[in-house]
């Protein structure tokens, strides 16, 4: 891993960090409050243990996950323990649509689109690098064109829904405090994988940009000094070119006038020796 890996991992778990925070003291809260609640009732050891368990196990595994991602198991584990978590809200999920199957309820209803909400946005977040992500086709998956901050205002306004009904339908101050602890684990939980996604867009974003705006810069510096280093090569062979051109003519010119003269000498010396030639006949003639 590269410097710039470690910083953006840093980047990211501290980034979130009082998200992080909220959720977890939510999480507690949740648990802590709702044994609170058990407890006061008249129920035995074991019913009382089996009630806490039934109630308090999703949230105790979610906060499992967010006391994991603290540590180097789980931010080197990340993409697993994610993994995980979706596998949970899948489940969660069709749970809850079997129980409103079986008694129909507007809370439950509300709880269950809650849950399919958050079960689709994180595996249309998570997932994306991942060899899941390509195996499920998630790139072709409608849900892939709701942008990452709607998933959020869509969990906001069904919490929100869901405080109220609870707040107009439930007469006591325990579950009122409860429902309020539960819509804000909802809204924090939505919020921490909406900047997850935001995060993974910042580094698709800077792989498009093949880096920081110094790397930018630096290709940019680099590519037109080639351009101009270029133009001076085509220059200078061009001018070679020319020279060279002209170096031939002007031989090409030398050589034909040395040529041309040479021939008129040849020519002159052959002219000569012909009339030589005729006059020694003459004379020879004469003698006789």
Do not use: C
Not at 89 to 99: A, D, K, M, R
Not at 260 to 272: D, F, L, N, P
Request: no cysteine.
């Amino acid at each position: 891993m590269n410097l710039e890996d470690k910083k953006e991992k840093k980047s990211w778990y501290d980034n979130p960090k009082f998200v992080i925070n909220i959720v977890t003291l939510l999480l507690i809260g949740i648990m802590v409050y709702s044994q609170s609640i058990s407890s006061s009732s008249d129920l035995t050891g074991w019913d009382l243990f089996r009630n806490i368990m039934n109630v308090n196990l999703l949230y105790m595994i979610v906060l499992i996950y967010f006391i994991l991602i603290r540590f180097k198991f789980g931010k080197k584990y990340f993409n697993y323990i994610n993994f995980f978590l979706i596998l949970l809200y899948f489940f969660i999920t069709v749970t809850q649509l079997l129980s409103i199957i079986s008694s129909f309820d507007l809370l439950s209803l509300l709880v269950l689109l809650i849950s399919l909400t958050l079960f689709i946005q994180m595996s249309h977040t998570f997932l994306r690098g991942t060899i899941s992500w390509k195996e499920f086709s998630l790139e072709k998956s409608p849900f892939n064109e709701i942008k990452a901050n709607n998933y959020f205002i869509i969990i906001f306004i069904l919490s929100t829904l869901y405080l109220v009904i609870n707040l107009i339908s439930s007469g006591k101050f325990e579950g009122v405090v409860l429902t309020l602890f539960i819509s804000l684990y909802y809204i924090f939980l939505s919020r921490y994988i909406y900047l997850y996604s935001n995060y993974l867009d910042s580094i698709d974003k800077d792989r498009e940009n093949s880096g920081s705006f110094n790397d930018v810069k630096e290709k940019f510096v680099n590519s037109v000094n080639e351009t101009i280093n270029n133009e001076k090569i085509d220059q200078i062979v061009d001018d070679t070119r020319d020279k060279i051109d002209n170096i031939i003519d002007k031989t090409e010119e030398k050589i034909t006038g040395v040529i041309e003269e040479e021939k008129e000498e040849i020519t002159q010396e052959v002219k000569k020796k012909k009339k030589k030639k005729k006059k020694k006949k003459v004379k020879t003639g004469g003698d006789e």
